[in-house]
């Protein structure tokens, strides 16, 4: 079992909806990375949080470190949102290494 | 502008070749990265450096080699010891335990 599980694996949408895509990880953290992966590849940091909720724009992302979870939504969703979005946790004991989850596939079509 | 640098975009390995993909950041981080990630598949560390002069193994780290002589700089290079080169190589670097900037990545393919 991976120790930074996503769900779901892929999701589709409609242009305006809103999306939840969430993140559940077994192991103790001190920080939470949510990062989006373009079509091209690319990876950009969207959030990292150890507590609370952060919101930039459309997205936001919360984290609840008793229940070890962390959602990312976005609402009004556009086409634009499409790509892959992985969630990553500086693990207490991982040095200086993050684990990753499997990523989360989301295609909003017009 | 501040960023992670990654060359080539595009490479190509003959059989028996070893080629090197370049990472270069002017973040000042101390701490670079290289992952692999293959088609629908998420990223795996091949080696890491927290400080120059030294580095660690991933989870992967067989057929690759890595240097640190320079803060800036933390060239990856795929040995012909490496039988499945083919991937998307990124490259990434942190101030510590922080946000983790990328490269724009590299696609590896053989001839």
């Known amino acids: 079992k991976n120790e930074v599980e996503q769900s779901p694996q892929n999701l589709t949408a409609q242009e305006g909806e809103f999306i939840t895509i969430n993140c559940s990880y077994s192991v103790g953290i001190s920080a939470l990375h949510w990062l989006q992966q373009h079509p091209g590849g690319g990876i950009v940091s969207l959030f990292m949080l150890s507590s609370g909720k952060k919101k930039h724009g459309r997205l936001i992302a919360t984290i609840n470190i008793q229940e070890k979870h962390s959602s990312l939504h976005i609402t009004a969703s556009h086409p634009r949102d499409s790509a892959v979005y992985i969630c990553?946790?500086?693990?207490?004991?991982?040095?200086?290494?993050?684990?990753f989850g499997e990523g989360t596939q989301l295609t909003v079509n017009p | 502008d501040g960023g992670i640098t990654q060359s080539p975009k595009y490479l190509f390995r003959k059989e028996g070749q070893n080629v090197t993909l370049s990472c270069e950041q002017n973040?000042?981080?101390?701490?670079m990265y290289w992952y692999r990630q293959d088609p629908g598949q998420g990223l795996r560390l091949i080696y890491y450096s927290q400080i120059v002069n030294d580095f660690q193994k991933g989870d992967i780290a067989e057929g690759y080699s890595v240097s640190r002589e320079k803060k800036e700089s933390f060239p990856l290079t795929v040995t012909s010891a490496q039988k499945n080169p083919t991937a998307f190589y990124l490259c990434?670097?942190?101030?510590?335990?922080?946000?983790?900037?990328f490269g724009a990545g590299t696609r590896l393919s053989v001839l």
């Open positions: 973040l000042n981080h101390d701490a």
């Open positions: 990434a670097s942190s101030m510590g335990r922080n946000i983790q900037y």
């Open positions: 990553a946790v500086w693990g207490e004991t991982s040095g200086s290494r993050l684990t």
